[in-house]
């Protein structure tokens, strides 16, 4: 969508019918002619993953995949990405669309940094669509840069994509274009799909609409065949985001159907139930993709600012916070939940054959253990389960009566639950999964009560400084001021120079640069109400120790003393 982030907030939302106020621009460079070159071998470009054939996408064992997902802010909330795909992947999503930065606009996601986020789709088994996002209204936002710009930032993260073709879709820029020159569309996008040829990105290729992605123009629509026949391997789909110019069910099927009649591939790559410039039919969007077997993309999961917050899918970043917007995209009429179905690649038995032969489920569980329990969240741990062919992951399950929701989803044998209500009993259990998707059979449950709202992050924290210049010691003590125990913590804080950690006593400490996380030894768990835990550390700076101003006890803000 036109609407994006700056410096971690997004900006001020526009879309694609607002009068042009930026001056129009050229072409952009490296434009090219249409290469209309005989298609390469149709053999090895399926073997090598997705692919299209008679305007159907196919995965890499040649089974029809309908994108069902939501797009993800990555390039300014990156440190969201590892719970927000844990989380979109709970919902039941098959797919995420993730905002890259080239570095034009925004700080460049890097080769290491595209890699993680790949490795990370995959361990949550969502297929990853990978998108530049600076090429956003190009020629008419003068910070925009064209699509020759973003083609040579994929060649730049090329090694993070090698290999990748059965679990990754490379789209090559974000609404390319906006209002004015946009005649260029066609041209510039067959450049970029050459040299990404050229180069050897052998991935099914997305291509965005102009027009702020709404193609209100029809220049995508109109142009799409010749697109599509300069791609030697025949493996491009149309992206168009439906937003206030489709407000109405005829012109969603009208659109979609040019497509579907000309056997062309075309995915709903953005679209919301509101925005500034309309007010699009998402129903309509939603049960026309269902009926045509088009994927469809929700913006977004989260992050969303300037006046646009109501396309938040989640409050914070909270999966169990769903607005509105959330709540009919997942859980509605032809929503995620009810029409999603996992790529069958995920499904492979480890020959890459994608036959599906393990059928054995997981070991159940352990029965989980409650710790650190505030009044909205409560962490749980539990032994792991145990699978013929490797446990990928598990799902915390809240248990009420017969049925039971999943909550959280977790990679190792422990994870956080959020999102609770105060001074509320709550019964949990957990599944593992499996590389096939195989399902185990539920733990033994834990019942657990949040504390009371009045009573959290109830605390004060006292830091005493032996300070030797080089070396220090600290002696810290957390006091609960709150009515009710403390069963289980863990202090953040910051040092506020370069000081590192040697050594703790009474407690275990994790430090990732001034970050330190102290959690609690068994003969330390437990703060009585009232009451107070002591411990100390040893470190090391190159000179100046100053004290931490700010405290968190199990996420809670604690004065200090």
Known sequence: MRTRLAAATLIT??????????PAHAAAPGAGTPRA?????EAAAEATGFHVRDGRLLDANGADFVLRGVNHAHAWYPSRTAQALKDIKAKGANAVRVVLATGDQWAKNDTADVANVVSQCKQNRLVCILEAHDTTGYGESGAAVSLSKAVDYWLSVKSALAGQEK??????GNEPFGNTGYSAWTADTESAIGRLRDAGIDHTLLVDAPNWGQDWSFTMRDNAAGVFAADPERNTVFDIHMYGVYDTAAEVRDYLDHFVSAHLPVVIGEFGDMHSDGDPDEDAIMADAHALGIGYLGWSWSGNGGGVEYLDLVQNFDANSMTAWGRRLFDGADGIRATAKE????????????NGADTTPPTAPGAPTASRVTADSVRLDWPAATDDTGVTGYDVVRVDGAGETTVATATTTGTTVTGLAANTAYTFAVRARDAAGNRSARSATVTVTTGRSDTAGACSVTYRLSDWGSSFNADVTIHNTSAQAVDGWELAFSFPGAQTINSVWNARAAQSGSAVRVTHESWTRTIPAGGSVSFGLNGSSGGGNGVPTAFTLNGRACSVS
Do not use: N
């Open 13 to 22: 939302a526009c879309a694609a019918l607002l009068t042009t106020t930026a």
């Open 37 to 41: 070159g005989a298609p390469r071998a």
């Open 167 to 172: 679990y990754v879709m490379v789209d090559i």
């Open 343 to 354: 790529a069958s690649v995920f499904s492979d038995d480890g020959d890459g054959g994608g």
